[in-house]
């Protein structure tokens, strides 16, 4: 009787993830925004048909879009209703996280990038990371570096037994 008073949890909040983006990008400090969404596309997101590999951010007149992003249609969609995949949906932020942006973009020279998008008390949320382009030599070096650092865990992990 108690376990059915329980309520069950997700198997995972995460709807996608840009893995792209930490190849291609320095991320820096990462912001929560909301979405404006269509009903197909919330359905779509809970079925997991999203693609968040070239997408980008950009500001325009004081608001944040998201563009490229792929949320493919289910088959079930209604009749009456003409999905557009690839179309800018606006983000919701705060007034004061968006001049933080504006500043970085403009001033400092930064990028925004869609990293993961993920599931927040039932509303759909995207976290976008200010970056910098990486040059090919530092995408070498962080290669490097994850190799020796998984050679190094197969070391340790055969001199323990």
Known sequence: MANANKKKKSPGSTIALNKKS???FDLG?????GLVL??????????GHIQLRDSYVLIKDGEAFLFGAMITPLNTASTHIHPEPQRNRKLLLHRDE??????????KGFTLVP??????????????AMAKGKQSHDKRATEKEQDWKRDKARILKGTRN
Do not use: C, P, Q
Not at 38 to 47: D, T
Not at 115 to 128: D, H, P, Q, V
């Open 22 to 24: 930490r190849h291609d």
């Open 29 to 33: 400090e990462r912001f929560e925004a």
């Open 38 to 47: 269509e009903g197909w596309e919330v359905k779509s997101l809970r079925a």
């Open 98 to 107: 968006l001049n933080k942006l504006i500043g970085a973009v403009e001033r």
């Open 115 to 128: 990293t993961a998008m993920f599931w927040k008390r039932g509303r759909a949320k995207l976290e976008i």
